[in-house]
Nanobody, 126 residues
Framework: QVQLVESGGGSVQAGGSLRLSCTVS????????MAWFRQAPGKQREGVAALLRSRGSTYYSDSVKGRFTISRDNGENTLSLEMTSLKPEDTAMYYCAADSWCDLSSGLQSRDFAYWGQGTQVTVAS
């Protein structure tokens, strides 16, 4: 089992920055791959960034590439998402997700992740 708790969401003006954190506890073998998804009202859940620990590989969706940075601390207890140059279209509930493995070459699918946090809201005002 893996427990995930997000924090750091809030409201910001367009062009601003936010840093999301996800505290990870439980079976670390089941969290080798970690990701951030987001879901806006009326839209499907979208995978925006992921990190595969064993290979040091990362993935970013085209919508956030160059603006968001995913990282995990050396103790592997915290997953972060540094978000810069925020846009109103980044407004969504952001979720942390984990699983034992992921294939980053084919993008991110929510069905591939077994463990989820409760989400943290990000609102970007124009």
């Amino acid at each position: 089992q893996v427990q995930l708790v997000e924090s750091g969401g809030g409201s910001v003006q367009a062009g601003g920055s936010l840093r999301l954190s996800c505290t990870v506890s439980g079976n670390t073998a089941m969290s080798r791959c970690m990701a951030w998804f987001r879901q806006a009202p009326g839209k499907q859940r979208e995978g925006v960034a992921a990190l595969l620990r064993s290979r040091g590989s990362t993935y970013y969706s085209d919508s956030v590439k160059g603006r968001f940075t995913i990282s995990r601390d050396n103790g592997e207890n915290t997953l972060s998402l540094e978000m810069t140059s925020l846009k109103p279209e980044d407004t969504a509930m952001y979720y942390c997700a984990a699983d034992s493995w992921c294939d980053l070459s084919s993008g991110l699918q929510s069905r591939d992740f077994a463990y989820w946090g409760q989400g943290t809201q990000v609102t970007v005002a124009s």
